[in-house]
T-cell receptor, first 113, second 111 residues
Framework: EAQVTQNPRYLITVTGKKLTVTCSQNMNHEYMSWYRQDPGLGLRQIYYSMNVEVTDKGDVPEGYKVSRKEKRNFPLILESPSPNQTSLYFC????????????FGQGTRLTVV | QKEVEQNSGPLSVPEGAIASLNCTYSDRGSQSFFWYRQYSGKSPELIMFIYSNGDKEDGRFTAQLNKASQYVSLLIRDSQPSDSATYLCAVRMDSSYKLIFGSGTRLLVRP
């Protein structure tokens, strides 16, 4: 089954404690993205990757890091989480060409206290 | 001005009616337009995409694009209670990977 898998689904952490949200896709897609979703603000892109070792900032990259060492994996790293990073996070992947992010992960609800 | 604007709703329609969802965008260079449906607590799922001016139909869904007026709309015919969800409009320039989402319109279909 084609899917994008995020872990964990829910996470409560404390300010400053480094965390990683994993994302893995099994469709051999080149493009992967991370979004955060906040009430009234819609989905905002944090980082994206066009292929292995190729990443770039989206609209709201501050406080986040990513890496793309393998095609299937695109982890999101919060080196020093703060309460304003409390949000719902989605990973997405797509193939190249005119298509778009047709596949989203299940989401990770992060709370930073 | 937001790059992609949608009325937050809720838009309430009776079962069997046509629901009309609208989206406007600010970048005239935008080339690709998408509608996603998102149920509460779930991830977005792509339901329609359109690249050319005019209408595109898929089952009960019709996407309409007017690049001159910079709007894209989604019509849902014979609305069902199961259509109750938030509908996200997304826009992308082909020269950029970035996909810009509107904040979504919540649709409620009353039985």
């Amino acid at each position: 089954e084609a899917q994008v898998t995020q872990n964990p689904r829910y996470l409560i952490t404390v300010t400053g404690k480094k965390l990683t949200v994993t994302c893995s896709q099994n469709m051999n897609h080149e493009y992967m993205s991370w979004y955060r979703q906040d009430p009234g603000l819609g989905l905002r892109q944090i980082y994206y990757s066009m292929n292995v070792e190729v990443t770039d900032k989206g609209d709201v990259p501050e406080g986040y890091k990513v890496s793309r060492k393998e095609k299937r994996n695109f982890p999101l790293i919060l080196e020093s989480p703060s309460p304003n990073q409390t949000s719902l996070y989605f990973c997405a992947s797509r193939a190249g060409g005119m298509s778009t992010e047709a596949f989203f992960g299940q989401g990770t609800r992060l709370t930073v206290v | 001005q937001k790059e992609v604007e949608q009325n937050s709703g809720p838009l309430s329609v009776p079962e069997g009616a046509i629901a009309s969802l609208n989206c406007t965008y600010s970048d005239r260079g935008s080339q690709s337009f998408f509608w996603y449906r998102q149920y509460s607590g779930k991830s977005p799922e792509l339901i329609m995409f359109i690249y050319s001016n005019g209408d595109k139909e898929d089952g009960r869904f019709t996407a309409q694009l007017n690049k001159a007026s910079q709007y894209v709309s989604l019509l849902i015919r014979d609305s069902q209670p199961s259509d109750s969800a938030t509908y996200l409009c997304a826009v992308r320039m082909d020269s950029s990977y970035k996909l810009i989402f509107g904040s979504g319109t919540r649709l409620l279909v009353r039985p």
